[in-house]
């Protein structure tokens, strides 16, 4: 029993398991005997054969069999397949006559021919010659069993010898394998091919040639094969020399090229005979039943034959070298490794050895498989335990280190990581098998500086096998697994037994809390504490950091003011305008840039510095987006509150470069906005103190004006050419001053001369409404009137385009006024169509999906970049006044002029020219092919009450409008 539990333990030992388990393998594979095996040790036998390494003996080209080919061409000469039988005696006393060795006839004549005489004459033929061998083959019987198909009895009995043309298919359905003897009952009749090389040449003794079978003396009711062998490819060339049978018969064959020389007689023609693949005969091309005895006797004549073994001996051969390497167990020793590659290599050894010194065939794909199996569960063992072996030796390393608060790393001479502790490992996130023989470097969780820091003082320590410690303290960015620390690093020398240095051990003592807890108290000094912004101490440092760089851009100082805050405080409390503080503290940041700086002034104010911007413009959009984040709801106890807030700006450079006085003028620049209501944009002017009254008297004034409603829109008429007809109006606001020191009361101003003021003061938003609301509510009221209303179109400054509020203000307008959109147009022009083209762009299709058509005015002054005219829905072109005005005189004017209505017709726009006061410029208009113009020519911009009086516009009881007099005359 103690034996039997020793024999266990030592089978299932850890060297040993792999082997016993690829000897149950080598057991499984021959047992089920899978027809894939038997598939791969033909293919090895094949690819060994193939590659030459058996020796086949020479041969002469003379002992080479010739083929007498019943072929195509023979069977179109003399007839169709079947033959009689005297064209077969024919061919063989042919034969005769050429003094051939021996005629192969694998022919079957097992009927006998509907004329007797024909029987007679091939029988004597074969007599003749002495030398013909006849077939024989197995064949089903019906009831079961096999029978024996022979010529006729007259054919065998003159025949010299018969022999057998049973061929068996390998597992991969190609023909390899002769039996040299084989018969019904017993073996008794030769192979096809040794009973050919037995007339053609001295008689053989088969006595230790293939492999024996057991049974092979008699056994009843089934067909017996003897002698196996496997036919290799021969010495000689291949294809074998084919005659065409008509040839022979003709005569066209020289004797001495068959004199003394084997020829087997068959069918090559196609379609006729069953073929043989075979890999032979090129990779396993079919070859015909009479080249393959042909091949069979070339190989039996050179001796090109191999006897397969028994698949028994395979078993025996896997089941000793498996025993053999269960038995020594190899272990991790050098000598052991090469014991089992020397395992795996000896079935492909043996196959060749005995393929090559002995002529043997024995396939060892099964021992292959399963030492191969073997060995790989042995690998996979050893590299197992030897895996165990480092972990228990690390775990002994790592429970040194555990007890450790810092963070530890153990460094090899060119730091790379050995070595890390539990801490270590907390603070770079990562696991031990993932960092451990990694350079240091190629750590970049500890952020680039903290590499830096790091690797520069292992090196120092290495280089000086002395220990190094880095005053002050180094940051380490946040990562996924943690938040952002403060290390304090030291690096000390590690050394070997004889006192060389080995490496380095770096320690790295977090001092997050300490350095925190002082940051905290700078951030409070330097931030607000409700908000967390800025306070001013930081910002002005900061404004000061920004003047001082040269390639800031436009600099920007933004004092922002909250409208009255004050009752939010009295009404809801200060905690609700705390919420309030911190949510527009919030928004700030998120309409601002990163680069800018957002702090808190005090109280309600805010103050922002701006860099990197082109111009004024890009600040008052700015600004712009600041109003518009300030004005969205905040909600308060349920209830919706609605915030504005003054803004006053100050250039850098352009105003002054002092930190303190650029405060100082953005807070005069917010009060000017704060003295006009609030919500508004103000730009600090260097007179604005004294200089800029009028300025300011405007501003009120217009302020005024729009609660007195003292604006007025006039309208100039424009014509088609081509038929004279009122093609549209023009509306162009005015605006009738109170009173000041600019202007006498009751003066009526241009737009040059109060547009700009209206658009600083953010007052051209609520002008732009009061024009609009006015524009519809005339086209409603001619249209109620009776008369012949005509499209009519309103300009839109810059500011109105800077949000999204125009399009619900067109809206708005055309709803309450009720007029078809047609009869309204809008008219921007080119510079600000290009001020932010994709806002432009989805703002302009937004409405004109309304039915408002769009304008582009001033074309060819501005930024022409001629790709937003396709981007934008653009119905119509105004050609500038100033390309008018010298349009008969300057030949450039010209040439621009008939550019832009090339170019407009080309798009699909109307153009209008407008400033026209010639009839010579009229002219040359029409000829260019101009559509509509606009002039003095024609008249000045009228009043509504004007227009009427003048007629411009007819009755719809009349057929047309005025028309254009100079045309229609």
Sequence with gaps: MKAAQRIAVALLDHSRLPWVVAIAVLLVLHALSPRTLERADLLVHDQLVMQGVTADAP??????????????????????????????????????????????????????????????RLAEAIARAGNVVLPVAPVARPGGGIDTLQPLPALAAAAARLGHVDVELDADALARRLFLEAGEHRPQWPAFAWALMDVSQPPRPLAGLGRQHDGGATAAGRWVRDHEVIVLPSSHDWPLRHIPAVDLLAGRVPPETLRGRTVLVGVTAAGLGVPLATPMSGHGAPMTSVDFHARGYMALTDGAIVTPLSPRWS???????????????????????????????????????????????????????????????????????LGLRLNRVNARADATLQAISDAVLRLDMQLNVRYLNRQALVLLGSTLDHVQGRALGELVVLGRDLLIETTALAERCRDTAQPVTRPGHVSMPAGRDGPARALRLSASPLFDASGRIEGVVLVLNDVSDTVDAAERLAHQATHDALTGLPNRLLLRDRLRQVLAQRDAGVVAVMFVDLDRFKRINDSLGHQQGDAVLTTLASRLRAVCRASDTVARWGGDEFMIILQGLGDREAVSRVAAKVMHAVGQTITLD???????????????????????????????????????????????????????????????????????????????????????????????????????????????????????????????????????????????EWSRQGLNVVPVAVNVSARQCLGRSLVRRVSHALTRSGIEPSLLRLELTETTAMSDVDHVAALLADIHALGVSLSVDDFGTGYSSLSYLKRFPIDELKVDRSFVRDLVRDADDEAIVRATIALAHGLGMRVVAEGVETEEQLSRLSAQGCDVVQGYLFARPLSAADLLANNILGSKQRSEPRALRLIKS
Excluded at 62 to 74: H, M, T, Y
Excluded at 76 to 81: D, F, H, S, V
Excluded at 712 to 722: M, S, T
């Design 59 to 120: 041969a002469s080209a003379v002992s080479a069999p010739l083929v007498i080919a019943i072929d195509e061409a023979s069977l179109k000469a003399l007839g169709a397949w079947p033959w009689s039988r005297s064209r077969h005696a024919e061919l063989i006393d042919a034969l005769n006559r050429a003094g051939v060795a021996g005629i192969g006839y694998p022919v079957m004549f097992a009927e006998p021919s509907s004329d007797p005489g024909e029987d007679g």
């Design 638 to 780: 349920g209830v919706d509150f609605r915030f504005s807030c003054s803004i006053g700006v100050a250039i850098a450079h352009e105003d002054s470069s002092d930190p303190d006085v650029l405060f100082a003028m953005a807070d005069t620049a917010m009060y000017r906005s704060k003295s006009q209501a609030g919500a508004a944009i103000h730009f600090y002017a260097q007179d604005m103190s004294a200089g800029t009254r009028d300025w300011i008297e405007l501003e009120a004034d217009l302020r005024r004006g729009l609660e007195q409603n003292r604006f007025e829109v006039h309208y100039q008429p424009q014509y088609e050419l081509a038929s004279g007809r009122l093609s549209a109006l023009e509306a162009l606001l005015r605006f009738r001053r109170e009173g000041g020191t600019t202007g006498a009361a009751g003066e009526l101003l241009q737009p040059v001369d109060f547009i700009a003021v209206a658009e600083e003061s953010g007052l051209i938003e609520e002008i732009g409404e009061w024009v609009l609301q006015a524009v519809t509510r005339q086209i409603a």
């Design 315 to 385: 078993l025996f051969a896997g089941l000793l070298l498996l025993g053999a390497v269960a038995w020594i167990g190899p272990k991790r020793r050098l000598r052991d490794v090469a014991l089992v590659v020397m395992a795996v290599l000896l079935p492909w050894l043996g196959m060749l050895a005995l393929l090559d010194g002995l002529s043997r065939w024995l396939g060892m794909i099964s021992v292959a498989i399963a030492v191969t199996l073997g060995a790989l569960g042995w690998l996979g063992t050893q590299s197992l335990r």
